[in-house]
């Protein structure tokens, strides 16, 4: 018998240390994650990633030896930030820190630990005085011109996001919390995302097995009715009885899935357009692979030029309404100045423009990566003869790397939590890729050296392109908040075309700008003077209005030519001359 039996007493346990079975389930942890490591090797080994052909592969970037000098500096420098906010950890302030506003806005910091608790609250405040001490001395070198010193601002923002504390285990209160309260589970499953992730090559956002393209996303009934080596043509059916006579021909961007626009049925710009009475048409893009080495942006106009008269021929009508989304639009710009300079724009009934650019001198951080060691990078990637969308998508979401990187890597495998049934997230992991000729010269022509604004410096398809021979009706739309193609940027479609131009300025980004239905009651546009001299000058006599502008544009459309025809023939997909290859949404939106 001890002392304490004698006594009479019991001694209590210590809360700070784990139980008998708390230790034992962590055991079990530790030899599950151990046993996760070994088979995601040995399937690493099986499929042969350490082969030469696999160098570039982006599931193993890091067997690059360019890459693996980056990751050892990168290691030093997470092993250094480990050491300096565990050591920060180790201080015992008496009283928690002042508030601070600028981090209570913070996402990242919203766990209440990060002001309650004082180790936590000196960890944020010293974090905030850091980052901000980086970005003060990047604005403040000197010699630099504008080019480098935004490239510095933008590597320094970067770094900025990737120093953070919310991206450590050891110094995030919610991690912690987390694996204590599941005993370690949390971080079982967050490493078990970040292996899947790591045989994909890439982060994902929702689970990659939510979706099924043409089941539950991608669904407004259709018809596939022509189709070539670079797209598919999709004729969606009608539920009206009654269509107007001109009908509607989208391009979707091929750096994307074109299903963006067709979501869901309460997401779907498609499905709504087809109710308000249009005949809608979409052309779905080849994922680009070997046999597309040679592709260049002569054969995406020449595509656009031939879907154009498809749809023409196959409803018997002198003329379509058109939509170009993003390069897309950058594309269907050039289009319709050949058309112009070849006598043949009446094809063309009216141009929409969702978020493109034509003028890319204030195109914005995008133009941070088009330099010779960028290109020679990309060129070395491309060897295919076609760029892994994978890489693309990688260059995007670093564009705002804070919420599209960070913040999963923090939720997916610090905190171990379940994906999100998020389709817009799905859509974005769902990757294209691309032709490695057209993307050179795309990034070479456009943006590097912006000769699409200069009259009859570029030709496509034999003929000069010169912007001003635009006279098609236009309506142009930007997205207040993006930044992919920035409103200062696509407002330079004003400047660049000679006919009636319709300027609207959207609530939100690239993707939530346009995707808006009117449904949803979110966000606003603004409407204001067209023929504006400058941006500005539109802002100082735009109206606001809240909501989607989904029933602006279709008052619009209808204001072009308000004639309508019977739903019959050809109107229905695969009753007319061009029969039905196969249901919506085809089979090159399902390719890889």
């Known amino acids: 018998m001890n002392q304490a039996d004698q006594d009479g007493t019991t001694e209590a346990p210590n809360p700070f240390l784990p139980s008998p079975d708390d230790m034992q389930h962590w055991a079990s942890v530790i030899g599950r994650a151990q046993q996760m490591m070994l088979e995601y090797a040995l399937g690493q080994a099986n499929d042969g990633k350490t082969s030469a052909a696999a160098m570039f592969h982006p599931s193993t970037w890091l067997e690059n030896p360019a890459a693996q000098l980056w990751a050892q500096q ?65 604005r403040q070198l000197d010699g630099l011109d504008p080019a480098a010193r935004a490239k510095m601002e933008f590597a320094a923002k970067g770094i900025a996001d990737a120093m953070a504390p919310t991206n450590l285990a050891l110094t995030n209160p919610e991690v912690i919390k987390r694996a ?45 009715i ?10 969606y059916t009608p539920t009206t009885k009654e269509v107007l006579a001109v009908p509607l021909l989208i391009f979707p961007p091929w750096i994307n899935r074109f ?61 379509v309404h058109t939509i170009g989304y993003c390069v897309a639009g950058t594309t269907l710009a050039a289009t319709l100045a050949i058309l112009a300079a070849k006598g043949e724009a009446e094809r063309v009934k009216s141009v929409t423009f969702f978020t493109a650019q034509v003028d890319f001198e204030q195109a914005g951080d995008l133009k941070l990566f088009i330099d010779d060691g960028y290109l020679a990078l990309l060129q070395q990637l491309s060897a295919p003869g076609f760029l892994d969308g994978r890489y693309m998508a990688a260059t995007f979401n670093s564009l705002r790397g804070r919420d ?15 994906y999100p049934p998020f389709d817009l997230l799905y859509w974005n992991g769902d990757t294209t890729n691309l032709p490695a000729k057209w993307h050179r010269q795309y990034l070479i022509d456009l943006y590097r050296d912006n000769r699409l604004v200069i009259p009859n410096s570029l030709s496509a398809c034999g003929t000069p392109i010169d912007l001003r021979k635009i006279e098609t009706p236009a309506y142009v739309q930007a997205g207040r908040e993006d930044h992919i193609a920035p409103l200062a940027s696509v407002w330079r479609l004003m400047d660049n075309l000679s006919g009636a131009k319709t300027f609207l300025l959207a609530g939100s980004g690239h993707i939530a700008g346009v995707v808006n239905p009117p449904a949803a009651g979110k966000y606003q546009y603004w409407t204001g003077d067209s023929d504006a001299a400058t941006l500005d000058d539109f ?46 949404p085809g089979r090159y939106v399902k390719q890889r």
């Open 180 to 224: 204590v309260e599941t005993r370690g589970e949390s971080l079982l499953k967050g490493l078990q995302h970040m292996l899947t992730d790591l045989s994909r090559g890439q982060l994902s956002h929702v689970d990659p097995d939510a979706f099924e393209v043409g089941v539950n996303i991608a669904t407004t009934p259709g018809k596939v």
């Open 404 to 418: 599209l990187i960070w913040n999963y890597v923090v939720s997916n495998y610090l905190l171990g939590n379940d």
């Open 259 to 319: 299903y963006i626009l067709d979501l869901n049925p309460a997401k779907s710009f498609v499905a709504w357009a087809v109710e308000q009475g249009l005949s809608v048409f979409m052309v779905s893009w080849k994922s680009a692979d070997a046999s597309m080495k040679d592709v260049v942006w002569d054969d995406y106009i020449a595509a656009q030029v031939d879907a154009i008269d498809t749809v023409r021929a196959a409803l018997d009508v002198p003329a």
């Open 226 to 235: 022509h189709e070539t080596d670079l797209y598919q043509l999709i004729q």
């Open 74 to 138: 990168s290691s030093k420098m997470w092993d250094q930030g480990v050491a300096f906010w565990t050591s920060l950890a180790t201080l015992n302030p008496m009283t928690p820190a002042a508030p601070d506003a600028a981090a209570a806005k913070d996402r990242r910091f919203a766990d209440p630990d990060w002001a309650a608790n004082p180790v936590f609250a000196m960890i944020r405040q010293t974090y905030g005085l850091l980052a901000e001490q980086m970005l003060t001395t990047t």
């Open 539 to 584: 802002v100082a006599s735009a109206a606001e209005t809240k909501g989607s502008w989904w029933p602006h544009w279709i008052d619009w459309i209808s204001a072009q030519d308000g004639a309508k025809v019977p739903v019959k023939s050809a109107r229905i997909p695969g009753k007319g001359a061009k029969k039905a290859i196969e249901d919506a």
